[in-house]
């Protein structure tokens, strides 16, 4: 594998890395956070699922938005899955912060949870 350019998204200072999966070499980092992002990123990327759900009534109306998260970050590749499952996703109230709407979504052992009450 060839080596990989891209910044570092984990402070605003935006070091350019470059990155060898197999030696396991990042260059360009200013410090170990960025070593391990690059790795992480070039081998298993992940990514915290944000977006909303609709909240319906008995009859299937909406009438409201709960917004949602991932309890953990998820492999990159399994986002757009993940998010076709939460965009067919309906729930109803009462929800409370914490709640897992998608117990292990996609198999990840990760959770889709409510980030807000609502009743
Ligand atoms: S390598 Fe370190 S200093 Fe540079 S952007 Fe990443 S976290 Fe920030």
Known sequence: MSVLKMTCIVCPRGCSLEVDPEAGTVVGN???????HGLAE???????????VRVVDDNGETIGMEP???????PKRLVFD??????????KLPIHRGDALIPNILDTGVDLIATKDLV
Do not use: Y
């Not at 200013?30 to 391990?36: A, I, N, T, Y």
């Open 30 to 36: 200013s410090c170990k956070r960025g070593f391990e």
């Open 42 to 52: 070039a081998t298993n990327p992940v990514r915290t699922l944000t977006s909303t």
């Open 82 to 91: 993940a998010m076709r499952e939460v965009d067919a996703l309906r729930v």
């Open 68 to 74: 949602v998260r991932t309890s953990q970050p998820i």
